[in-house]
């Protein structure tokens, strides 16, 4: 039997890569989507996989995503949450809950719902980012959601064994959501401030992944794993 991966947030940018190296590994892929059905399908059919929508915030829709895959192999927690970016001094607290309750509840009730059936081979990737390390003007909603989830990732990884759990943090990556947020100016500074002297590509981060999932990294549990050209040994502090 094929073993599955559920990627959240599949249909676009890091997912998408995801759900593309996954399915060359053999992996039968589950794409779930909130909002972008038609990216979700085009991803589910490019792989041989299946896009199903839920709003994995919700413990009901996660559940039920859950349930119509059947026992999932891998599970890699990837739900874009829209980002409320502004100085703290006036960003208004419902902005900044709402971006850090939704990146923990759309972890929390998957991985929930996940870990009864969860073989013990079973692999399980958070994707944080490593914002969660730096301090940007306006970014401290972003910035506390994916330290929380780093946090919460490391519970899972102490209570789930013997399940490997994992963290994987990219820096800026040229995807389709963050693309009005970027200009040629921008994309040349970043790079610049990287060893490699290039900014990180969605299949970058999926090579990762689905390294970890896949056991070709059978030792690696309970890990941060940086994906980020080394942009954060330039940075500065």
């Known amino acids: 039997m094929e073993p599955v991966a559920l990627v959240t947030g599949g249909g676009r940018g890091i997912g998408a890569a995801t759900a593309r190296e996954l399915a060359r590994r053999g992996f039968r892929v589950v794409v779930n989507y909130h909002r972008d059905r038609a990216s979700a399908e085009a991803v589910a059919a490019e792989t041989g996989g ?50 850090v309750e939704g990146e923990l509840a759309a972890a929390y009730h998957v991985t929930q719902a996940v870990l ?33 989830l780093d946090a919460f990732a490391r519970h899972v990884a102490a209570e789930a064994s013997p399940v490997a759990v994992n963290v994987v943090a990219p820096a800026a990556v040229r995807t389709e959501g963050s693309a009005a947020a970027r200009t040629p100016e921008i994309e040349e500074a970043l790079a610049g401030r990287s060893v490699l002297g290039r900014m990180v590509e969605p299949d970058d981060v999926a090579a990762v992944i689905a390294a970890v999932v896949d056991g070709s990294l059978p030792a690696v549990a309970g890990a941060r794993i940086p994906v980020d050209a080394g942009f954060r040994v330039l940075a500065a502090p």
């Open 116 to 148: 009864p059936d969860m073989p013990a081979h079973g692999r399980i990737v958070y994707v944080s980012s490593l914002s969660a390390d730096l301090t940007r003007p306006m970014t401290g909603a972003h910035t506390t959601a994916k330290a929380a």
């Open 50 to 99: 299946t896009a199903v929508r839920a709003d994995v915030r919700d413990p009901a829709e996660a559940a039920a995503l859950v349930a119509a895959c059947g026992p999932v192999t891998a599970l890699v927690c990837n739900a874009n949450i829209d980002p409320s970016f502004g100085p703290v001094r006036s960003l208004p607290w419902e902005a900044f809950i709402g971006k």
